[in-house]
């Protein structure tokens, strides 16, 4: 999941890695309260990406749901992947 927008450029921010970004989303309020759900992110496509921007994403997705209260239920490229 690629995110792009004036306060939060994530291909620009990629470079400095997943806990630099969080550092940066939670700095300019990005942060969502998600307590109490749970999170499917199913067909992430890596289509365009290096294997090491794929997983670094990845973490970056894990560390702000974590840090928003939610639980993360997947994180996949499939998009068939099925949920609890």
């Given at each position: 999941?690629?995110?792009e927008s004036?306060?939060?450029?994530?291909?620009?921010?990629?470079?400095s890695g997943p806990e630099k970004m969080i550092d940066r989303a939670r700095a300019n309020g990005l942060i969502?309260?998600?307590d109490a759900?749970?999170?499917?992110?199913?067909g992430a496509s890596p289509a365009g990406l290096t294997p090491q921007v794929w997983n670094a994403l990845r973490t970056f997705w894990?560390?702000?749901?974590r840090e928003?209260?939610?639980e993360?239920?997947?994180?996949?490229?499939?998009c068939s992947v099925e949920r609890e």
């Amino acid at each position: 999941m690629m995110n792009e927008s004036a306060s939060f450029n994530m291909p620009a921010l990629l470079p400095s890695g997943p806990e630099k970004m969080i550092d940066r989303a939670r700095a300019n309020g990005l942060i969502v309260p998600l307590d109490a759900y749970k999170v499917y992110v199913i067909g992430a496509s890596p289509a365009g990406l290096t294997p090491q921007v794929w997983n670094a994403l990845r973490t970056f997705w894990i560390l702000y749901f974590r840090e928003a209260g939610a639980e993360l239920g997947a994180y996949s490229a499939e998009c068939s992947v099925e949920r609890e």
